[in-house]
């Protein structure tokens, strides 16, 4: 990492803090990304380690990005974790971030989500070498040091690799190649209406050794000589560097510029012949239009020194010349065809001396950026031919693309650059980027193959009515297939499809949308379409007055906004609005006529477009401005089964913003969900149930769904076994449903909790987190825990206390911590090992996991037979639950409070976690201001005080004064715990005095007028205690 970091990664010369935005940065920055995100779970304990130093460097994070495993106050964040000095493991403080450790490194990318590549660049831009801030200058190192500096020379390994690859396929100049291009550039030079250039000169004549004529000093950064080339339509001149990695165009060289005048101001060439082809529209021209065929035909080694490039590369870079010409919208190159003299004619064939320059590549760029400025829009349909070079190109590209292993250097930087992660999306959507798979061999394809190509070339070539018999002649071929997709994305036919949508013809639009819906379920066809810049045009076709173009324009929407950057292209290209007016129709009658017919059809591809972009968090909130909830509930009423789909995909795809969930409710739909749970479409019974699942985080939400009779149709569903996507969704709703006890009452009538036993084996993962999640909530009925037991659900609970999926185990140790409450059940728990099992959980990494095992080892300890015994039989468990009063996490430590509080009830445990250090680190707990966890410390303390001196111990600690602050809470719990923890601290004189300096008295005797039994014998017993005391010194004073 830090030699790859030092030597590999490309430092902008403008900026030397900055990282230059090339392929190879992205490469590396890729791969240090997925390294880090993917390190806390690969290395646990080596993610563990604290780094020398911290990293830090300006963040583009919130306080909201951030979740319960931090401490958020107003904008700033901190980590539950801190170093021995009390300083946070993370803190934010926005916009400056500091990080200890590759634990939270970890964490911090996966929460960032659309930001992480933006995070990367920062860190590493802040901090030029973190291996001297995490090992530091110090030779001496600590335990787990040697094994990380050893996963992080792997990492440096493999991106010098990275960047070896990436430099061995860029073609690299030297001295000879510029020179004898150079000398190609001047015979160009003449006078005259015909002379392509005007001149070209060195800017300086002296010749190095080496055959440079760049300065030394500028030979270091490997540039070889500058030039001066006046071209016959671009001013000013262009003054152009030449280096061993490309040509480009510099700030220009001046008396007064000095050194800074040599600075790159443009992007990098492979030769000057393909620079001047891109900035001179007339270069470009004259090249295309002569015959070189009587030059001098050289080798193309002599020409450029290439090193390192096999046949692989060879095919690679073919095929990135192709991908940028095929990227040049064809509207343009098809009216320059037509308006230039003779532009129906064939073209002379270039020499190959050009050809492997690539000077033909650009002609077309530059051509479209002529067009785009004239500002020519008319829609041409009849000429579609492209030049032959065109076409050996294509056919170059597919040479190339059959070579094993063989990817576009493209591929990785899209259009849009990081801004492609800019997207907060569901988990379920696709990856960013995906392989480009293309055929591996040509002897394999099948004849469809070829004959589509032929069918392509055709489209390319073709009249308004020959071009509409292809589109159909295409549309009979298996376009689901694979192959048949690729084969029109290998000919170029998806740029051609896509042009044919810009045009007049609604024949046309038709046939091609016809084509692009149903190659577009292919994930390299759809993101190649948003390249193309498909999508764009899509959305403007949802303004036709036509509706089956609508229809199909939405449809073929729904099918390529699968990803991140399409979800942001559709918005923002108003793609949202249009689609929810498509919304706007009647369809809440059985009868429908023709018209209606097709309004309902439009409101469903509209639909089926806002489920696939409702997947991004911000397109949701675009639904909702353009007020698609009103609209979705009216739909929602449709007795369409084909439009409710869609519709409630869209809903329960939404249901996860809380805005949705209420609008749901208020405008009804909870009762139209709940009706389509019987309905008889197993697809549409998974999402109403998928949506309820999560509106029913909402108390109101429960409870209409169990006014509207909806518990049992969830019930009845859970027989659908097979289908594992519904079981999910229904287990899911009933888990949600169940948190409310009238709704629990109801599934023991219809004996769910029998049904639900039974899914505990033999079920995939998410369906247990809901099945185990449901019996959890109806254990907390005691009638429920022998209904759990008779129907042998204790075993299986049990069993899955084994497993490594943190929601599961939240989830069983919940269930098995409330079946715990039952003697009974306590027994069979025993008897399994279960109590050992779950005492293994504290070792858990995950807080929350700790957390609910703590609370389940409590009931566990309160109704085993000899629960002393039983926990001093766990080799190292009193000690690991005492060093859980170190963690950060409130939860983890007030269940750990409300453990301890039970393990203390046995003098030989209370002495055994007395000798671990349990009294000072309750008392360090003192000064908490969470209610939850100062009731359990409360708790904790009262039984600890039993033993020895811990009730002075307390006391010394300073464990008393913060105690009387917890009478002032408002948490009658709060005010219990603590008069009894109080009352046995008092039994101390010098407690007692603590106590009264503090006020207690005065607090206490408000609590003697409790309702509470237990706090008013709590309160009155300290009082008693402290005036014994004063009563005691007054008679020793007085006599």
Known sequence: MGVALSKAVQWSSSDVDKLENTPLNEAILTEILLFTEQFGARHSQEARLMFREPLQWKTSLEASDFKTEYDISGESVMSQQSDEDGHPLLQLTPPDITVYTFYHLSNLLQLAEDKKMKEVQACLESNRNPLMKIFGNSSTTVEGEDLLFNILKQLDTKLLSIAVKQISREGRLSPAAVDME?????????????????????????????????????????????????????????????????????????????????????????????????????????????????????STKKILHVEAVDAEETGQTLRSYDHREKNVPEKARQQLVRNKPGGRKKKLEPSLKWKNLGLTSPHDVGEEKKARKSGESKK??????????????????????????????????????????????????????????????????????????????????????????????????????????????????????????????????????????????????????????????????????????????????ANVAKF??????????????????????????????????????????GALALWSCSKSTRNKKAIRRAGGIPLLARLLKSPQKNMLIPVVGTLQECASERSYRIAIQTEGMIEDLVKNLSCDNQELQMHCASAIFKCAEDKRTRDLVRQYDGLKPLVMLLGEAENKQLLAAT??????????????????????????????????????????????ECAQIPENLATIRKSGGIQPLVNLLSGTNHALLVNVTRAVGAC????????????????????????????????????????????????????????????????????????????????????????????????????????????????????????????????????????????????????????????????????????????????????????????????????????????????????????????
């Open 182 to 298: 150079v000398d190609q550039l001047k015979s160009f030079c003449a006078t005259g209406e015909n002379r392509v250039l005007k001149s070209v000169r060195y800017t300086s004549d002296y010749v190095f050794s080496n055959g440079c004529r760049s300065p030394p000093w500028r030979q270091i950064d490997g540039e070889i000589c500058s030039l001066i080339i006046e071209t016959c339509d671009t001013e000013p001149t262009l003054f152009i560097t030449c280096s061993a990695s490309g040509v480009f165009i510099n700030e220009g060289v001046n008396g007064e510029g000095g050194e800074n005048s040599y600075r790159r101001k443009s992007d990098v060439f492979k030769d000057l012949a393909t620079l001047l082809k891109n900035k001179s529209l007339h270069f470009a021209d004259a090249i295309n239009e002569q015959d070189f065929a009587s030059l001098e035909v050289q």
């Open 380 to 557: 041409v349909l009849e000429y579609c031919t492209k030049s032959p070079v065109s076409e050996n190109k294509k056919k170059a590209n597919f040479s190339g693309s059959s070579l094993p292993g063989c990817q576009s250097s493209q591929k990785i930087k899209t259009p849009g650059g990081a801004d492609d992660f800019s997207e907060s999306s569901s988990e379920g959507e696709e990856d960013e980027e995906q392989p480009d798979r293309r055929a591996e061999t040509t002897t394999d394809l099948p004849s469809e193959y070829w004959q589509i190509q032929k069918l392509v070339k055709y489209l390319k070539g073709a009249n308004q009515t020959a071009t509409v018999i292809a589109l159909c002649s295409l549309r009979d071929f298996n376009l689901v297939q694979e192959t048949c997709q690729l084969a029109i994305r290998d000919v170029g036919g998806l740029e051609v499809l896509i042009n044919l949508l810009d045009t007049d013809e609604i024949k046309c639009k038709i046939g091609s949308l016809k084509i692009l819906k149903v190659i577009s379920c292919n994930s390299q066809i759809r993101r190649a379409i948003a390249d193309l810049g498909g999508l764009q045009t899509m959305v403007s076709i949802l303004d036709s007055p036509d509706k089956e173009l609508k229809c199909l324009a939405a449809e073929t929407i």
């Open 564 to 605: 991140r950057r399409a979800h942001r292209m559709v918005r923002q290209r108003g793609g949202i609005k249009r689609l929810v007016e498509l919304l706007d129709c009647v369809p809440d009658c059985v009868s429908l006529s023709t018209k209606q017919e097709r309004d309902v059809e439009v409101a469903r591809c």
């Open 731 to 776: 287990t899911g709703a009933i888990w949600k449903c169940s948190i409310s006890m009238e709704n629990v009452a109801k599934f023991q009538e219809y004996k769910a909790l029998e049904t639900l036993v039974g899914l505990l084996t033999d079920q995939p993962e998410e369906v247990l987190v809901n099945v185990v999640g449901a019996l959890g």
């Open 820 to 1039: 715990a409450n039952d003697p009974a059940n306590m027994v069979i728990i025993d008897r399994l090992d279960g109590v050992r099992l779950l005492w293994s959980l504290l070792k858990n990494p995950n807080p929350e996991v700790q957390a609910s095992a703590a609370w389940a080892i409590c009931p566990c300890i309160e109704n085993a037979k000899d629960a002393g015994e039983m926990v001093r039989s766990f080799v190292g468990g009193l000690e690991l639950i005492v060093n859980l009063l170190k963690s950060p996490n409130i939860n983890v430590l007030a269940s750990v409070c409300a453990a301890i509080a039970k393990i203390a009830k046995d003098v030989e445990n209370l002495a055994v976690i007395t000798d671990h250090g349990v009294v000072p680190m309750l008392a360090n707990l003192t000064n908490t201001v969470d209610d939850k966890l100062r009731r359990y410390l409360a708790e904790a303390i009262t039984c600890c005080c039993t033993w020895g001196r811990n009730c002075v111990s307390f006391g010394e600690a300073g464990a008393v004064a913060p105690l009387v602050r917890y009478l002032c809470s408002k948490d009658p719990a709060v005010h219990q715990a603590t008069a009894r923890a109080l009352f046995e601290l008092s039994k101390d004189p010098e407690n007692c005095i603590t106590m009264h300096e503090n006020g207690v008295v005065k607090l206490l005797l408000v609590m003697i007028g409790s309702t509470d039994e237990i706090l008013q014998e709590a309160a009155a017993s300290c009082v008693a205690n402290i005036r014994h005391l004063a009563l005691a010194n007054e008679k020793a004073k007085y006599g």
